[in-house]
């Protein structure tokens, strides 16, 4: 079989696909992707038995049908290559794959593999039930939900439920909340029209991979669930993955509603304030201490063991409270590093209650919020 493939359309469909695979998955086949050649396309699967992404190419010129696993070392033979038309003959006895270009021919019997001639060797994504619930969802609101909430996902796995993204579906918006019981995301999306209330726990690495695939546009997603496993359709990929199964901390018991104490600052000044003083913080415990009184914010670290310490004071709008509160730099840094607004509001109570943390102006629709736990003082 002869087929002809933009090297470029090839590289970034192989590409974005293919961190989808395991290396270390316990069927070896499945660290392949998958080829099903039909007429003028090819349709790229990728999965690690959990998560499986698929991607539809267009060729050239109209040819047969084949299913075959290819070996993932064709991307770093794409990788060199300029942009222009790629020529694979596949030998369908074989499945051994040459492949020419403008300068060069390049033959491999590692890139091809037998599956079988419906492919049935290649592992086969769980299938999502007749009674599932589907609504549709803007791309642009599902990469926002996704990129806004997922550095707050807990790493480990003693809970879950936390190492994924909860998708809160309500009629007339969707809420997405991510938390590590340190830190929590709430990005609310407005304007919905879902007609139900559900809920499901997207697992991290689906997650990760649809933030890298959904683009920014007008284009709807279609999201569609049952009780075990979730499916993505989106205009140039579908993703089926297992959801996490669990129920999820109940976050609005921990968000405090009456905040008597709120501090208005520049985000990107006070971001950069505290990049600098938290090298001077203790390694262990990596506290900086935040001194608010009126119109102004101190911010403050130091290790005694090494006799390192730092304070810088910033300007803000306050009132004439007196407050003291600490926090862990990093998750601070991290925080102020994943809101676009100008200035943030911080709204606080005392030194022993989480800080909330909100743009000062939300985008139109949505309503992002963003709590952290203190560090007690010594």
């Known amino acids: 079989m002869k087929l002809t493939v933009s090297r470029t359309e090839l590289f970034n469909k192989l ?46 010129d109209e040819v047969g049908e084949m299913i075959l696993a290819v070996s ?31 300068s060069g021919n390049y033959k491999g019997d590692f890139l091809g593999i037998n599956v079988g001639k419906e492919g049935e060797e290649f592992p086969k994504p769980r299938e999502i039930s007749e009674e599932n619930q589907s609504f549709e969802l803007a791309s642009e609101v599902l990469f926002n939900g996704i990129y806004k909430t997922s550095f707050a996902m807990a790493e480990e796995d003693s809970r879950p439920t936390m190492t994924g993204i909860l998708f809160d579906i309500f009629p007339e918006n969707i809420t997405f909340v991510a938390t590590d019981a340190h830190k929590l995301v709430k990005y609310n999306a407005l304007g919905m029209s879902n007609g139900f209330e559900a809920s499901f726990i997207l697992p991290k690495k689906p997650a990760q991979t649809l933030k890298n695939i959904v683009v920014k546009s007008d284009d709807m997603v279609k999201i569609s669930f049952d009780e075990k496993n979730i499916v993505f359709e989106l205009p140039d990929f579908m993703m089926k993955c297992r959801r996490i199964e669990g129920r999820y ?104 209650k989480p800080g909330i943390i909100v743009p000062l102006k939300n985008e139109e629709k949505e309503e992002l919020l963003m709590l952290l736990m203190p560090m007690f003082l010594n």
């Open 15 to 60: 590409s974005a696909v293919g961190k989808v695979i395991n290396p270390k998955t316990p069927m070896p086949v499945a660290e392949n992707f998958l080829f099903n050649i039909e007429k003028s396309k090819i349709t790229i699967t990728a999965t690690d038995l959990e998560t499986t992404l698929t991607s539809v190419l267009s060729l050239e």
């Open 72 to 102: 993932p070392k064709l991307i770093e033979v794409l990788k060199e290559m300029p942009e222009q038309l790629i020529h694979f003959n596949i030998d369908e006895d074989s499945f051994k794959i040459d492949i020419t270009n403008e």
């Open 249 to 352: 901390p109940n976050y609005n018991t921990v968000i405090q509603q009456n905040n008597p104490f709120k501090m208005i600052v520049d985000r990107g000044v006070l971001l950069s304030a505290v990049k600098r003083v938290k090298v001077f913080s203790n390694e262990g415990t990596g506290l900086i201490k935040l001194n608010i009184t009126e119109n102004n914010l101190n911010i403050s670290a130091q290790d005694i063991d090494f006799s390192t310490s730092a304070d810088e004071t910033l300007v803000c709008q306050y009132g004439d409270d007196v407050l003291e509160i600490s926090f862990k730099a990093k998750l601070l840094e991290e925080i102020l590093s994943n809101i676009s607004s100008t200035e943030v509001v911080f709204e606080l109570t005392d030194s022993t």
